[in-house]
């Protein structure tokens, strides 16, 4: 395993979360998009480094992006991976979670850490535009822990050939505390800003599947209180306890079956 060796001056692991907000202020290319509708009358986004459809990219092997927790395209990490990859011969796609892409979803249902069926029909999809292209996928944060339960769901026939997962939450309950807490309560201001402005303008939807008002979504503080109030019933869990243990990815390594190799854990404590 190779020592990561951060760039000088940058030692600080916040520095580095956050360094890249300010130095790239533009995503690196801009993609080619792709809308593949769902079975429940929604719809994923994907965003491509070039046209899939073009003759250059039938002979490229791909890479395969999940972004993290209300992230997208123009998050630097996520762009900045496909530019990379692009860069060496690859073509490289992400999957958007629903919600994530810059429109609303059409169901009031959203996206979670152990959410794997958008994900399933998302590489069914890659599999038939590409079935000989070797395939790589990687998860950074909430798409780590997502893409760790996808490859224990379906160990026996995963569809890609080799899974990164960086910097995933695999204990979400532990995850949870922790981000209450010191420099770490920032990220959790960020996120849960974004979640519930996301909530607030599907409320409409939100409030035909749960007894939830409007206030009650402005007034929550804690990421903990958001997955007890929305993600958890919304997505069929009894609150926030059952929905962090059913779908800590920590829980499901060992039915992964991908060589080990091939399978790369780094985990952080935010």
Known sequence: ???????????????????????????????????????????????????????????????????????????????????????????????????????????????????????????????????????????????????????????ESPLIDAATIVSAPLDLSACSERIEQGFSKVYKTYLLNSLKRNALRKHHLIKGELDVSYQSIKRVTKLYDFDDLITAPLHGFKDANDYYQRCSGIHRLKEIRLPPRLFTLKTTPL
């Open 1 to 155: 395993m190779t020592q990561f060796t951060p760039a000088a001056g940058l030692s600080n692991p916040h520095l580095q979360t956050l360094a890249p907000r300010f130095i790239r202020k533009k995503a690196l290319f801009e993609p080619v998009w792709q809308t593949l509708h769902t079975r429940d009358d929604d719809f994923l986004d994907l965003a491509w480094s070039e046209d899939w459809q073009g003759e250059t990219a039938q002979n490229k092997p791909l890479f395969i992006l999940f972004h993290g927790l209300e992230g997208c395209f123009y998050s630097p990490y996520a762009n900045g991976l496909m530019h990379a990859f692009a860069r060496d011969g690859w073509l490289s796609v992400m999957m958007h979670f629903r919600g994530c892409s810059g429109k609303p979803n059409k169901q009031a249902r959203a996206y979670h850490s152990g959410e794997t069926e958008d994900a399933r029909l998302f590489l069914e999809h890659i599999n038939q535009l590409f079935p000989n292209s070797p395939k790589v996928a990687v998860g950074i944060s909430l798409g780590g822990n997502m893409l760790a339960n996808y490859l224990a769901q379906h160990a």
